[in-house]
Every structure is written in structure tokens, then in C-alpha cells.
């Protein structure tokens, strides 16, 4: 099996994957990255490419997209084209084609199975965009996004197969290419996650916080009003002043990962502090931190705050789930695909500040109900392990059942399978404007 992976940040969400074929026996696994790629420690086999140029400064704002994947398509299909001169030819290549680097993949293999990684198309109604009216859009905002998945769209007519990460990600995507969308999720490490009572993190002010103290947690890559920090901070002021010893612990960068910088701040967290009066002892702003950091911060917490616009599902509820810990999450369309209310985590209207704060401070307060559900979600999460990831993805490259090898085989590998067998078994979510049917199924279990 010939194996060209590609993405522009490259391993991006492949990395276990990557690990894990590259270790297969009579694989040949490549990858293909941007030279600002962090790479993969282990895999030798990335080839980095850089782009032409910039893109011009006077370019069309609703262009500049379009551009930018012109550039990355031209300067990845280059680097194929080095690739097949020196003798390389791929059965199948995987790809993140966000950024543009699969454009002319078939016109260098065409051949080769192009299996897309389609996490998000774009649309001014029914999702992120509007959703949230402290934020409205504009006319300029409608039409950039719709000349912007002219992208997307000719990422779907391309490919032989595509797959996403849930079912909702699946009903974003028009119709006519949904049959070609297989929904798996490529995995989340759950073997190295689980409760710790233990567990005891030391945040910058020197406070340390362990396992069953009042902590509250929240965490994103970057904080910003996408994954609902506005209104978390919102939230934290009146959960402050009703409870005189609980601490908040939030990890994430200033920047900003999707949507727009405050106008009247350097970032979201300054302009927040400036809204809300917190308690500045109780609050531990901790930046980005390393993994090993992370997982003790959900160890540790009480209750786990994760928000959400109706976007892509994040991988950090899918490990806070996995390590039991509790959880109260938006009632956003993708939250709901794995979150039931009051069976494995609390759901909360994004908008209703003052209920937010209520569920968080009873959910922190603890009880047996609330212990169960934790272990209803730590027992949930199995059903997305890496073993499930790599299982589903290898059989996705050549066609269902077409490659055998690409089933995990060892006995331990066995067993977790027999756990992705099980679908996720959730009622039908709430009916929501213009949402096909499917999205209300379970996550496909491998």
C-alpha cells in the first residue's frame, strides 16, 4: 500500500494515523506539508513545500481565499509532480484540501484514490455566520463565504471519497456531494485518558488545585466568542460572586482561530476583563499549555465549561468525556451529537447567561447523578479511540472491505473494536431548521 498524506500543517489530525500505517508492514507511507508544518517526531518521509509567492495585496477581498489555494495548489502538485519523478506513485492519498493543496492532485495521479478529510462548508445561514447578534454579518461577509466554497466545492467534485467528523459537519455540505461523505472520526488518544484523583495542576499565581477542589475549567485554542468565551466570562462573574471559593482555571491563546479580533481590544480576553469584575486570585488565565498540562487540568476539574456556535465539534469535549469528567456544554447542533442532557453532561441555551451559570455551579458542587453521567461519557468516548480512527480511515482509502490489512489485528486492538461496534446510542436530537434527517443518527461506530 502507496500512501501520500497531505496537509498544510501537517500531521494536522493524521498523526496517529500517520504513526500507525507507517509501522504497518508493506506500507509505504509519504507526506506532504507546508514548510511551516510541525512535522511528525518519528516519520522521516515528509516533503515540504513552500509557495511561489504571496498573495497580492490588491487582490478582490472575496478572491483572496481563492488565491491563497491557487498558490497552495500549485506549489503541492509541484512537489508530486518531484515525487513521481522519483519513482513514487501512491494507491491512495489523504488530504485536509481546506487550504487548496489537492486542486491538482488528479492531474499529477490520477490514479491515485483522493480520499478528502471535509471538515466545514461555509454557508451565511443556519450555522456560525448570524448565529450569535452581538456579531451580526454583512453583505461583504455573505458574499466572501459563498466565493469561498468554490473551494470546497470543486475539493468534493475532485475526490473519489470524502469523509467528516461527525454527522453534522455531513448536513453542512450540499446535498448532491452528501453520498460521497462517509462520517468517522479520526480519533482521540483515549487510551491515555481517564480519571485522576490524584491529580494536582499549579497555576502562574503559584495556587495549586487538585482533584475535588471547586475548579472550573475552560479551554480552547484560542479564546474567542466562536467557542463561546464572551459568554463563559459572562457566566463566571455571577458563578464568583454566589460561590466565594471556587477557582477558574481557562487555558487557550490571544489569537484568533475563526472570526475577528475585538475592535476596541488587543484580544477577547482583555476586552472581557474589562466587561466582567472577577476575582483575579480565583482566576487562572493559563495560556496554551503542553498536553500532559491539559489533561490534568480536565482531571482536576469540577466542572468542564464547553461552548460552542453551531461549527466544528472539538476534540478537547470528545478527552473530556473520556477522562469522566463533568460537563456543561452549549445546546448547539454539533454539542448535541454526543452530549444528552442530564445522561451524560448539562446543556444549556449558548445565550442564557444566567441558567450557564446555574448548571456549572451545581454540576461543580457534585453529586452521584453527576458522578454517573461522568462515567456514561468516559464510556461514550471509546466509540471515537484511535483504534476506531485508524481501522475506519484505512478501509475509507481503497473502498469499504477492499483492504483488509488496514483492520487492526492485535488481540488488544480486538477488544476496543468490539466497544466501536456499538453505535452511539442517542435518541434523535431536536429538530432544527433545515437539517436532514440523518444528522439526527449516531456517530458511525467502527
Same mark, same amino acid.
Given at each position: 500500500?502507496?500512501?501520500?498524506?497531505?496537509?498544510?500543517?501537517?500531521?494536522?489530525?493524521?498523526?496517529?494515523?500517520?504513526?500507525?500505517?507507517?509501522?504497518?508492514?508493506?506500507?509505504?507511507?509519504?507526506?506532504?506539508?507546508?514548510?511551516?508544518?510541525?512535522? %511528525?517526531?518519528?516519520?522521516?518521509?515528509?516533503?515540504?513545500?513552500?509557495?511561489?509567492?504571496?498573495?497580492?495585496?490588491?487582490?478582490?477581498? /472575496?478572491?483572496?481565499?481563492?488565491?491563497?489555494?491557487?498558490?497552495?495548489?500549485?506549489?503541492?502538485?509541484?512537489?508530486?509532480?518531484?515525487?513521481?519523478?522519483?519513482?513514487?506513485?501512491?494507491?491512495?492519498?489523504?488530504?485536509?484540501?481546506?487550504?487548496?493543496?489537492?486542486?491538482?492532485? #488528479?492531474?499529477?495521479?490520477?490514479?491515485?484514490?483522493?480520499?478528502? /478529510?471535509?471538515?466545514?462548508?461555509?454557508?451565511?445561514?443556519?450555522?456560525?455566520?448570524?448565529?450569535?447578534?452581538?456579531?451580526?454579518?454583512?453583505?461583504?461577509?455573505?458574499?466572501?463565504?459563498?466565493?469561498?466554497?468554490? %473551494?470546497?466545492?470543486?475539493?468534493?467534485?475532485?475526490?473519489?471519497?470524502?469523509?467528516? =467528523?461527525?454527522?453534522?459537519?455531513?448536513?453542512?455540505?450540499?446535498?448532491?456531494?452528501?453520498?460521497?461523505?462517509?462520517?468517522?472520526?479520526?480519533?482521540?488518544?483515549?487510551?491515555?485518558?481517564? =480519571?485522576?484523583?490524584?491529580?494536582?495542576?499549579?497555576?502562574?499565581?503559584?495556587?495549586? %488545585?487538585?482533584?475535588?477542589?471547586?475548579?472550573?475549567?475552560?479551554?480552547?485554542?484560542?479564546?474567542?466568542? /466562536?467557542?463561546?468565551?464572551?459568554?463563559?466570562?459572562?457566566?463566571?462573574?455571577?458563578?464568583? #460572586?454566589?460561590? =466565594?471559593?471556587?477557582?477558574?482555571?481557562?487555558?487557550?491563546?490571544?489569537?484568533?482561530?475563526?472570526?475577528?479580533?475585538?475592535?476596541? &481590544?488587543?484580544?477577547?480576553?482583555? #476586552?472581557?476583563?474589562?466587561?466582567?469584575? %472577577?476575582?483575579?486570585?480565583?482566576?487562572?488565565?493559563?495560556?496554551?499549555?503542553?498536553?500532559?498540562?491539559?489533561?490534568?487540568?480536565?482531571?482536576?476539574?469540577? &466542572?468542564?465549561?464547553?461552548?460552542?456556535?453551531?461549527?466544528?465539534?472539538?476534540?478537547?469535549?470528545?478527552?473530556?468525556?473520556?477522562?469522566?469528567?463533568?460537563?456543561?456544554?452549549?445546546?448547539?447542533?454539533?454539542?448535541?451529537?454526543?452530549?444528552?442532557?442530564?445522561?451524560?453532561?448539562?446543556?444549556?441555551?449558548?445565550?442564557?447567561?444566567?441558567?450557564?451559570?446555574?448548571?456549572?455551579?451545581?454540576?461543580?458542587?457534585?453529586?452521584?447523578?453527576?458522578?454517573?453521567?461522568?462515567?456514561?461519557?468516559?464510556?461514550?468516548? $471509546?466509540?471515537?479511540?484511535?483504534?476506531?480512527?485508524?481501522?475506519? /480511515?484505512? $478501509?475509507?482509502?481503497?473502498?469499504?472491505?477492499?483492504?483488509?490489512?488496514?483492520?487492526?489485528?492485535?488481540?488488544?486492538?480486538?477488544?476496543?473494536? #468490539?466497544?466501536?461496534?456499538?453505535?452511539?446510542?442517542?435518541?434523535?436530537?431536536?429538530?432544527?431548521?433545515?437539517?436532514?434527517?440523518?444528522?439526527?443518527?449516531?456517530?458511525?461506530?467502527?
Amino acid at each position: 500500500m502507496r500512501l501520500l498524506v497531505v496537509h498544510q500543517n501537517f500531521p494536522g489530525q493524521f498523526g496517529h494515523l500517520v504513526r500507525a500505517w507507517a509501522n504497518r508492514p508493506g506500507w509505504d507511507v509519504r507526506a506532504l506539508g507546508r514548510d511551516t508544518a510541525p512535522g %511528525l517526531p518519528g516519520f522521516d518521509k515528509l516533503v515540504r513545500y513552500s509557495l511561489a509567492r504571496k498573495g497580492h495585496a490588491n487582490q478582490h477581498p /472575496y478572491l483572496r481565499q481563492m488565491e491563497a489555494a491557487t498558490l497552495h495548489g500549485q506549489a503541492t502538485a509541484r512537489a508530486m509532480l518531484q515525487l513521481r519523478q522519483s519513482g513514487f506513485t501512491p494507491d491512495a492519498i489523504l488530504a485536509h484540501p481546506g487550504w487548496g493543496e489537492t486542486l491538482y492532485a #488528479k492531474d499529477v495521479y490520477p490514479d491515485a484514490r483522493l480520499v478528502h /478529510y471535509c471538515e466545514w462548508y461555509y454557508s451565511a445561514d443556519g450555522a456560525d455566520l448570524g448565529f450569535d447578534p452581538e456579531f451580526p454579518i454583512t453583505f461583504d461577509d455573505r458574499a466572501r463565504v459563498r466565493t469561498w466554497n468554490a %473551494l470546497h466545492t470543486l475539493n468534493l467534485t475532485n475526490c473519489d471519497a470524502a469523509v467528516t =467528523p461527525t454527522h453534522w459537519q455531513k448536513s453542512r455540505h450540499p446535498e448532491i456531494f452528501q453520498p460521497k461523505i462517509t462520517v468517522q472520526h479520526e480519533g482521540i488518544a483515549t487510551h491515555e485518558l481517564g =480519571p485522576d484523583p490524584r491529580a494536582v495542576i499549579k497555576t502562574p499565581n503559584g495556587t495549586v %488545585l487538585t482533584a475535588g477542589d471547586p475548579v472550573i475549567t475552560y479551554v480552547a485554542r484560542n479564546l474567542e466568542p /466562536y467557542r463561546g468565551f464572551h459568554i463563559f466570562m459572562r457566566a463566571l462573574e455571577r458563578i464568583q #460572586k454566589a460561590h =466565594p471559593t471556587c477557582h477558574a482555571v481557562i487555558v487557550g491563546g490571544d489569537e484568533v482561530s475563526y472570526g475577528k479580533r475585538p475592535k476596541d &481590544a488587543p484580544n477577547w480576553r482583555e #476586552k472581557m476583563l474589562r466587561e466582567v469584575t %472577577l476575582d483575579a486570585t480565583r482566576t487562572h488565565f493559563m495560556g496554551r499549555v503542553p498536553r500532559e498540562q491539559f489533561i490534568r487540568v480536565l482531571q482536576v476539574s469540577a &466542572a468542564h465549561v464547553y461552548l460552542t456556535y453551531p461549527f466544528v465539534l472539538s476534540w478537547s469535549l470528545l478527552e473530556t468525556m473520556a477522562c469522566g469528567t463533568p460537563i456543561v456544554a452549549s445546546d448547539t447542533a454539533p454539542v448535541r451529537e454526543v452530549i444528552r442532557n442530564g445522561v451524560n453532561g448539562r446543556l444549556v441555551d449558548f445565550f442564557a447567561v444566567d441558567e450557564m451559570a446555574g448548571a456549572i455551579l451545581s454540576t461543580s458542587t457534585g453529586s452521584d447523578a453527576r458522578r454517573a453521567g461522568s462515567r456514561q461519557a468516559a464510556a461514550d468516548a $471509546q466509540r471515537v479511540s484511535q483504534t476506531c480512527g485508524v481501522a475506519r /480511515y484505512g $478501509q475509507l482509502l481503497l473502498g469499504r472491505g477492499r483492504f483488509v490489512n488496514a483492520v487492526a489485528t492485535s488481540e488488544a486492538d480486538s477488544t476496543q473494536r #468490539k466497544q466501536c461496534d456499538t453505535e452511539w446510542a442517542y435518541p434523535k436530537a431536536r429538530p432544527t431548521t433545515n437539517m436532514p434527517n440523518e444528522l439526527h443518527e449516531p456517530v458511525q461506530a467502527c
